[in-house]
C-alpha cells in the first residue's frame, strides 16, 4: 500500500516566484495535514481538510500562502509570491477518523528560496 | 490550549546505555500523546501513543512510554540504546483529543549514539 507521496523532494527557486507542492494521500484517509519543519520553530501544523474541506488554517503565516484539497486524493500548498524566510522541509500528512489512527506522514519537499 | 515540552534538544548516550527522552504536555483535557520519530530526509513515523486505558505504552523498536497524569509527562524510554536509534523524536499531544486529526508537535530532541 502505498504512502503519502509528496512531489517534488526538492524545490530551489528564486525570491518572488511561484511554488507549488503536492501531496498524494493514502487512499481512504479523509484527513490531510501540512506542516512546515524549520531550525528555529520546530514542526508547525499550517493547515488541515477533512472530507477536503480546510478545517483550520490559523498556522498559515499570511495571504502569500494558500492551500487546495480539490479532490480526496490531491492537495497542494502555493507559495506566491516566495520569500527567503519560507525555506523549510515542507510535509503532508493523512490520517483516517475510522476508529483510531495515527498521522502518516510523507517524505517531504524541501524548499529552498535564494 | 494543548502544547508540549521536550527537556534537551539533544540527548548523546552510549550504545548499551539507558535512552530517556523528556516531554511534558499541557492540555484542558485528558490528552491523547504520541511519539514519533524521524530519521535523516524521511518523514516522521510513530513510535507509540497513549489513547486511554494502560498508562504503559510500548512502541516499536523497543520503546515505552509512560503516561503520568499527575507529572503531566510522557517520557520516553528503551533500556539499551543501539546505534540505529539515532535519530531525531518528537513528542505531540493531539489538538482535539481525538486521534486521527491534527498534532501539536514538541521541538523535538536529537539522540546520539556512540560507540
Known amino acids: 500500500d502505498a504512502g503519502v507521496i509528496q512531489s517534488p523532494r526538492h524545490e530551489v527557486t528564486e525570491m518572488g516566484q511561484e511554488v507549488t507542492l503536492r501531496c498524494k494521500p493514502i487512499?481512504?484517509?479523509?484527513?490531510l495535514f501540512w506542516y512546515r519543519q524549520t531550525m528555529m520553530r520546530g514542526l508547525e501544523l499550517l493547515i488541515y481538510?477533512?472530507?477536503?474541506?480546510?478545517?483550520?488554517d490559523s498556522g498559515m503565516p499570511e495571504d502569500r500562502f494558500s492551500a487546495k484539497m480539490p479532490n480526496a486524493s490531491f492537495s497542494t500548498l502555493k507559495i506566491q509570491p516566495s520569500e527567503p524566510r519560507d525555506s523549510a522541509v515542507y510535509f503532508c500528512?493523512?490520517?483516517?477518523?475510522?476508529?483510531?489512527?495515527?498521522?502518516?506522514f510523507g517524505n517531504g519537499t524541501r524548499l529552498t528560496v535564494t | 490550549a494543548q502544547s508540549v515540552t521536550q527537556l534537551g534538544s539533544h540527548v548523546s548516550v552510549s550504545e548499551g546505555a539507558l535512552v530517556l527522552l523528556r516531554c511534558n504536555y499541557s492540555?484542558?483535557?485528558?490528552?491523547?500523546l504520541f511519539w514519533y520519530v524521524q530519521y535523516p530526509n524521511q518523514g516522521l513515523q510513530l513510535l507509540l501513543k497513549y489513547t486511554t486505558g494502560a498508562t504503559l505504552v510500548k512502541g516499536i523498536n523497543g520503546f515505552e512510554a509512560e503516561f503520568k497524569k499527575s507529572e503531566t509527562s510522557f517520557h520516553l524510554t528503551k533500556p539499551s540504546a543501539h546505534m540505529s536509534d539515532a535519530a531525531e523524536y518528537f513528542c505531540a499531544v493531539s489538538l482535539f483529543n481525538q486521534a486521527g486529526t491534527a498534532l501539536i508537535f514538541g521541538k523535538g530532541t536529537t539522540l546520539s549514539v556512540s560507540s
Open positions: 492540555s484542558s483535557v485528558p490528552p491523547y
Open positions: 487512499s481512504g484517509h479523509d484527513y
Open positions: 481538510f477533512n472530507n477536503n474541506v480546510p478545517i483550520d
Open positions: 500528512a493523512s490520517s483516517s477518523s475510522q476508529g483510531i489512527d495515527t498521522l502518516h
